[in-house]
Structures are given as C-alpha cells and as structure tokens.
C-alpha cells in the first residue's frame, strides 16, 4: 500500500501527506453521497398511490388552504 500510495504522490507532485487526505477526503464524500443515496431510497414509495399522476400529488402536499 505504501508503494501504491507513493506513487500516487509522486505522479501528482504532492507529498504522501497531502495524497493521503486527497484519498480520504475522496473516499469520505462518497460515503457521504452513498448515505445520502440510502436514506432517499429509503422513503421512495411510501406515499405510493396509483391513482394520482402529474401535478395530482400537490393536493396531498398542500390541503386546501395552505396552497
């Protein structure tokens, strides 16, 4: 892995220290966007209902009187 990483830092210019971070910093933002992912795939469908479509859905986000 040092190699690996050793690399890395010299194809880049930049020092191990700084290749480091650069991969964690990668590495962290894509959990991040993955964790994100999950929790919107979560909540996809629960208020499913075959008989609305198109701009249909705004009577069940806004109930009359709060359009």
Same mark, same amino acid.
């Given at each position: ?16 220290? =700084?290749?480091? $971070?650069?991969?964690?910093? /990668?590495? #962290? !933002? ?5 964790? =994100?992912?999950? $929790?919107?795939?979560?909540? /996809?469908? #629960? !208020? ?20």
């Amino acid at each position: 892995m040092y190699r690996y990483l050793k690399q890395i830092a010299e194809r880049e210019g930049i020092g191990l220290s =700084e290749a480091l $971070r650069r991969i964690l910093s /990668a590495y #962290i !933002a894509a959990a991040a966007r993955k964790e =994100e992912e999950d $929790r919107l795939a979560d909540i /996809a469908g #629960i !208020a499913c209902d075959l008989q609305l479509a198109g701009r249909a859905h705004d009577s069940l986000l806004y109930p009359e009187g709060n359009r």
